[in-house]
């Protein structure tokens, strides 16, 4: 069995907790932990525990699944998943605008 990449998982909630402008800050006073917790897990630093971790996906409005898709032998359910969770905060426009561009792409 092989062990769970957490330098992998604190670097994905750090790319999104930026990719959506969020400061460590934020994330902290949501998922009920310091700011140097936050800061602790995106560098590597400790382990995060289930608890926060679905506290930290709860405030990054982001599924645990996407967070752990590394670690799962297939991945495609997850990812599948995470592009209906994010389409369904889209406008019905975006999202036929959406599947114009997948139809598109194959």
């Known amino acids: 069995m092989k062990e769970i990449n957490f330098e992998n998982i604190g670097r994905k909630l ?3 907790r930026l990719s959506k402008g969020l400061t460590q800050e934020y ?8 700011t140097s917790h936050i800061s602790n897990i995106e560098n590597n630093r400790v382990k995060i525990s289930l608890t926060t971790l679905v506290n ?14 590394d670690e799962y032998n297939k991945i495609s359910s997850v990812l599948e998943q995470e592009i209906l969770h994010e ?4 406008p019905l426009e975006t999202q036929k605008q959406i599947l114009k561009i997948i139809r598109a792409l194959h």
């Open 56 to 69: 930290v996906c709860n405030a990054l409005d982001v599924t645990v699944d996407f967070i752990l898709a």
């Open 14 to 16: 750090k790319e999104i």
């Open 87 to 90: 389409l369904q905060s889209c």
């Open 27 to 34: 994330v902290a006073d949501m998922a009920d932990v310091n």
